[in-house]
């Protein structure tokens, strides 16, 4: 497709479970974002790969969230040993390039995550 | 540690009304950028603005950065039931590694007919 695609689009967990998220970016976009979205409030920053650099993991909570990028394209964020708190829409998004004014980040429509 | 500041947080209005939501900081941002989500959708790029004192026009609604590009606003003249939806600013800085926009909390908007 020519848009960023996340799967699954809702996952339901329980409590301590470990939960993979997927994301495929947009075909030649270099840079691909994290975001966590709690319900009806902004986006909160995650990780960010841009290229072969090291990722910026700045954003992450705590130690039990990780992600890797393989081959500069496909992305996968695990959470491992799931909270409550920990549930969320988790937004994936590509730009052609680092951030810049002329370099627009497109958005998935976002896994929800529902840990029980 | 940046923070935007976004106001209202919930706006109810009729149709035809005018409306201006304000996004704040006390950090300056080499850019800030207005998004509209829908439900069940990511956020989508309505506009970027870069330079202190600028202002953007899209159809019926005016963008403005602050001189000191802390601080923008976003005004819908004559809203429209499709204007329904939550807006989202985001400030960005360039250069080094960081490459996240720090989002506001969003403003819900919704217009009745």
């Known amino acids: 497709g020519a848009g960023v695609s996340q799967s699954p689009s809702n996952k339901v967990t329980e409590k301590g479970k470990d939960v993979e998220l997927r994301c495929d970016p947009i075909?030649?976009?270099?840079?691909l974002y994290w975001y966590r979205q709690s319900l009806g409030q902004g986006l909160e920053f995650l990780i960010y790969?841009?290229?072969?650099?090291?990722?910026?993991k700045s954003g992450l909570p705590s130690d039990r969230f990780s992600a890797e990028r393989t081959g500069g394209s496909v992305s996968t964020l695990t959470i491992q040993r799931t909270q409550q708190e920990d549930s969320a829409v988790y937004l994936c998004?590509?730009?052609?390039?680092?951030?810049?004014?002329?370099?627009?980040?497109?958005f998935g429509p976002g896994t929800r995550l529902t840990v029980l | 540690t940046q923070l935007l500041e976004q106001s209202p947080q919930f706006l109810s209005i009729q149709e035809g009304e005018n409306l201006t939501v304000y996004c704040n900081s006390s950090s300056v941002f080499s850019s800030l950028q207005w998004y509209r989500q829908e439900p069940g959708e990511g956020p989508v790029l309505l506009v970027t603005v870069v330079t202190g004192g600028e202002v953007k026009k899209l159809k019926r609604l005016t963008f403005q950065f602050g001189d000191a590009r802390k601080d923008s606003s976003l005004h819908i003249t004559a809203a429209q039931t499709g204007d329904t939806g939550l807006y989202l600013c985001a400030g960005a800085n360039y250069g080094g590694s960081q490459g996240n926009l720090i989002f506001g909390k969003g403003t819900k908007l919704s217009v009745k007919p």
């Open positions: 790969f841009q290229g072969n650099s090291a990722p910026d």
């Open positions: 075909s030649g976009h270099t840079a």
């Open positions: 998004a590509s730009s052609f390039g680092r951030l810049s004014s002329y370099n627009e980040q497109f």
